[in-house]
């Protein structure tokens, strides 16, 4: 009516010619291309994310799950490609007890470089890193380690958040809270580090291995969590997919 100034519809007749407007399509989002950098969850929630990486020996594995389920918490695991074939009992206890895995590549290269002094990655060489792993735990357990990944010494830059994003893996998944077992530190130092650093949404990185003794500060961590009014999940639970 109002492109053919027609006031009253009425006195529409037959042979009239009238125009028919068209209307322009919204302009379709621009898909995304890269991988999303998450270091931290909802800050709206009082919900941590526990994730563990499993890349060198088995360690304290049995000791971490067995805490886990006594507190009835599920947790991330950043698992190698190498180290689920070495380890498949253990691997198909997290799935079984709930867990979700994380891409933590096949053999622990660095894919930039920055941490080893070695060369970056090839595109083919991080697709092969990426779909090695995701390959051993899918074997095992039936899961897919997408669309989480987590980068060697936590090393990334744009051109990895491109080629993991073409693979599947839609999240870099990096931490707010790093226990620093990996490097040492006692367990009464990683569980005062863990509950000083606590914030909403806050993502923590520990390690399995015999190395570290995130295990033995666990259960002091998750006391202290809960005595602070946290809750705990896993890294898919806190960023909210």
Known sequence: MEANAITDPNEIVVGQILFIPTISPS????????AQVVRRG?????????????????????????TL?????????????????????????IAREGHEFINHSYDHP????????????????????LDRTDAAVRELTDLSTKPYF???????????????FARGYTYDVIWTVDS???DGLPAADIVRRCLDRVEAGAI????????????AALQRIIDGLQDLGYGMTTVSGVIGT
């Open 27 to 34: 302009p379709s989002p621009t898909p995304a291309t890269t």
């Open 42 to 66: 909802n800050p709206s929630r009082k919900v941590v994310a526990l994730t563990f990486d499993a890349a060198a020996d088995a360690g304290f594995t049995a000791q971490i799950l067995d």
């Open 69 to 93: 389920k006594a507190n009835g918490v599920t947790a991330s695991f950043g698992v190698s490609g190498q180290w689920a074939e070495r380890n498949p009992e253990l691997v198909r206890r």
């Open 110 to 129: 660095s894919f930039t470089g920055r941490s080893t002094g070695d060369a970056p990655l090839t595109r083919s060489e991080r697709w092969e890193q």
């Open 150 to 164: 987590r980068p060697p010494y936590g090393d990334y830059d744009a051109s990895v958040n491109t080629d993991i």
């Open 180 to 182: 620093q077992g990996w």
């Open 204 to 215: 923590y990185v520990f390690h399995v291995g015999a190395a570290s003794q995130d295990a």
